[in-house]
């Protein structure tokens, strides 16, 4: 697959080589959202030189180590007659080569010592330290649970935290990024392509990557090639939800499902998937899973269940599930023709959610919002908290408020209860801020 953008973190990662070189050994730490190219992000930066990789998970480690002796003798010319069958006396092993010429060292999937927490990941840490300052060796260490890999840099209690010389957090690509690549693939493409780009892909590297490189990225052809019979897309909802929740998820897939379907409050949840109290499922989903987010009303600290939303994460996992897992049986019976018709129609009711997401982003990005979201009504009778509007942030500091209505068009807008609902929050909630405010629709990206 193509790579695209990361020039920033490829200078910082070849520059990593070079110091490893010419001063002691080094340490590098990448982490990041899932797909985000991490391990094509130091194949792509470390393709000079002389460069071991190793990849944990699924066999033993004494297997996975005694395959990296083979890598050892191809490109080393270093035959290791007794494979070491643990990953520290293989680093010493790397530490005696590094002696004679610098090599890259990287380790795909370093979670696996990190979840273990053992006396291993200890030794490990204290031979680097014992040998780093003479030695050779560029290490990079990819982990792909970012909750891990924040833990194993903790100031206090990390095992990486005084190792790690480089800690490198890939993102998905930001607005501006993704507005670069469809430039770059397509010169007159569209507000509402880079929206169903946006959604679909959620910004996901990997995901981005397989959309813009396959065609034209404009909607009708993106279309068509993404609900296809051998299309990546069709599966990939099923293998993220079997990678981050496992067996047993039917409660947890019904729980998104209706998310996805807009029931967004407990009771709302509960009452569409039949099961009297799903809070412990949420909390799951939120915290443990990270598949869901948690949203109160910008102007209310409220925590009662009809004020609290859920929201999924990934617009590429709400569109998965509206889409494909909606539709099983029009992927069973390979009737993508009726599925592409679903999926534009579907796409247009998404727009203003779409585009609402698109603009919080959009203002974080460029104009450094921090504290941003929406407001709503509660659900209960006579509670009150305020009117509701697409986008608040507020700035307690220095007594401001930013307001936006989000539409497609102009036409959608309604500028007399949008006035009504800026004079409701200002008489209610916002006594004394400067409110500036704006509309914001597709032409506007």
């Known amino acids: ?33 899932p797909h985000s190219g991490k391990t094509s992000l130091a194949a792509r930066a470390l393709s000079d030189g002389t460069t071991l990789y190793l990849k944990t998970g699924n066999r033993t480690e004494s297997m996975m180590l005694a395959g990296f002796s083979e890598q050892i003798g191809r490109k080393l010319k270093k035959q290791v007659s007794n494979p070491p069958k643990e990953i520290c006396t293989m680093l010493k092993l790397l530490f005696g080569y590094s002696t004679e010429s610098t090599l890259t060292f990287i380790i795909d999937g370093f979670d696996y010592y990190l979840n273990r927490n053992s006396d291993e990941l200890y030794n490990f840490c204290e031979i680097w330290k014992d040998y780093r300052s003479s030695s050779h060796i560029n290490l990079v260490i990819i982990v792909n649970d970012e909750m891990l890999a924040t833990a194993a840099i903790n100031e206090k209690t990390g095992p990486l935290s005084a190792l790690a010389d480089l800690r490198i957090r890939l993102d998905n690509f930001k607005i501006s990024e993704l507005k670069m690549l469809m430039a770059l693939t397509c010169e007159d493409y569209s507000n509402e392509d880079l929206l169903f780009l946006y959604g679909i892909t959620g910004g996901v590297p990997e995901y981005v990557g397989k959309a813009i490189q396959g065609g034209s990225p404009k909607l009708p052809d993106f279309v068509s ?21 496992g067996h047993n998820k039917d409660i947890y897939v019904s729980i998104l499902q209706a998310i996805a379907s807009g029931k967004r409050t407990q009771s709302e949840i509960e009452a569409a998937v039949g099961k009297g109290n799903v809070g412990g499922h949420l909390y799951k989903l939120e915290k443990e899973f990270g598949l869901v987010v948690k949203v109160r009303p910008t102007l209310s600290a409220n925590a009662q269940r009809n004020v609290v939303r859920y929201e999924i994460k990934s617009t590429f996992l709400l569109m998965w599930l509206r889409t494909i897992d909606n539709n099983r049986d029009l992927v069973a019976s390979c009737d993508f023709n009726k599925l592409r018709e679903f999926a534009f129609d579907d796409f247009g009711k998404l727009h203003k959610y779409l585009l609402v997401r698109y603009f919080r982003n959009m203002l974080q990005e460029q104009y450094g919002f921090t504290e941003i979201g929406g407001q709503w009504k509660s659900s209960a009778k006579n509670e009150k908290y305020g009117p509701e509007a697409d986008i608040i942030s507020v700035d307690d500091k220095d007594r401001k408020v930013f307001i936006a209505a989000v539409e497609k068009s102009v036409a959608d807008f309604n500028k007399a209860t949008f006035l009504e609902t800026i004079s409701n929050l200002e008489k209610n909630c916002l006594k004394g801020y400067k409110i500036d405010s704006r509309l914001f629709t597709l032409e506007d990206m």
């Open 1 to 33: 697959m193509a790579f695209y953008l990361r020039n920033d973190e490829i200078s910082l990662l070849r520059r990593q080589l070079w110091l490893s070189e010419h001063q002691r050994s080094r340490m590098t730490l990448i982490y990041g959202e």
């Open 225 to 245: 090639r993404l609900l296809c019979e051998d299309s990546y897309y069709i599966r990939e909802g099923d293998n993220i939800l079997n990678s981050v929740i």
